[in-house]
Each structure stands twice: as C-alpha cells, then as structure tokens.
C-alpha cells in the first residue's frame, strides 16, 4: 500500500501538515525524526533531540537512525503520512527507498524558514565559523532541486495549516 510521504527543508512544517493530513484521512502519522530521537534514547539511555544528538554523536549517527527508521516504516503494510527530516532524502537509499510512493514537497519562503530555524540557535549540522545565513542558502540551493526530482508535487505551507493540508487532498484527489 502506497504511503503519503511529506519531504522538504527542516522547519518548513512537514509534521504539523503530516499531522493534520492524517487526521483529516483517518491515517496514522509518522515522524521520521521523532523515532530516530526515541531509538536513540532506548539505545543510549539519554533523551536528546535531534540537533542534540548530532551535537554529541555526530551526524553520521543520526542519518545512520534515520535509515534504519525509515526502512522498517516503508516495510509496513499500512498506508501511513509519513514526514521525513529535512536532510533524509540526501542519501540515496533512502531517496530509492521511497520511490513508488506519493511523495509531497513542502515548502515555505525562505527567509521565513530561515527565521524559524534561528529561533533554536544555529543547527549542529551547519559548519563552525561560517555565516549562518551563507551556510543556509548553499544548503538550500543545494536540496531544494532534490526535493523537487523526487516529489510528486510541492505544497507552499505560507499560509495557513488547513490550507496546505486542503491543496494536497485536492491534487490527490483524496
């Protein structure tokens, strides 16, 4: 059975659109991220979140999770809304892995993304003693053309919830 999965740029809403897509379809919403952070703590008797995590562990540790998450998620049965981190869909298994699905690209202005992201401070994945804004813009530039190449459509979360999750039930026809 086909999964709805949300992709796109960290902070550009993909759990909040996924979340309310699912209750609107009766479906079971799964956030990539938060089991990653849960199958870390039950291995590592520490409760962190994601940017703590690759803080302490390193970012191979966490994409390392994210895969293994993933996979077990699309060998599932059950068609879920499935959101993925913002980094998830760089790995190649990974992008192979959600091919055949309905794939969503969500997005939302840049420069509002990037307020949203500094709010929480700079992310451990952006590298040290480089401009934040600078580091932002090359990393968007540099996945915005990949969520595109595997999406089945994009959906711009500028405006409200209800309005994002009510484009996507109106290109899906569902």
């Known amino acids: 059975m086909k999964h709805i999965i949300l992709i796109g740029f960290k902070h550009t809403g993909k759990s ?75 790995d190649e298994e990974n992008r192979d892995m959600i091919k055949g699905h309905t794939i969503v690209h969500v997005t939302a202005p840049r420069s509002i993304v990037y307020e949203r992201i500094m709010v929480n401070g700079k992310p451990a994945f952006f590298p040290d003693g480089e401009n934040s804004f600078t580091t932002f813009k090359n990393i968007w530039n540099e996945r915005e053309p990949q969520y595109e190449a595997v999406s089945s459509m994009t959906v711009n979360n500028d405006n409200s919830l209800e309005s994002a999750v009510k484009e996507i039930r109106t290109a899906l026809h569902i």
């Open 16 to 90: 909040a659109v996924g979340a309310e897509l699912a209750v609107e379809l009766g479906k079971e919403h799964v956030d990539i991220d938060a089991i990653a952070e849960q199958r870390h703590k039950e291995r590592h008797e520490e409760e962190l979140n994601s940017r703590q995590i690759v803080q302490k562990h390193g970012l191979d540790h966490f994409r390392g999770l994210e895969k293994e998450v993933l996979r077990e998620i699309m060998e599932s049965n059950d068609s879920q809304i499935i959101s993925l981190g913002g980094g998830t869909i760089v």
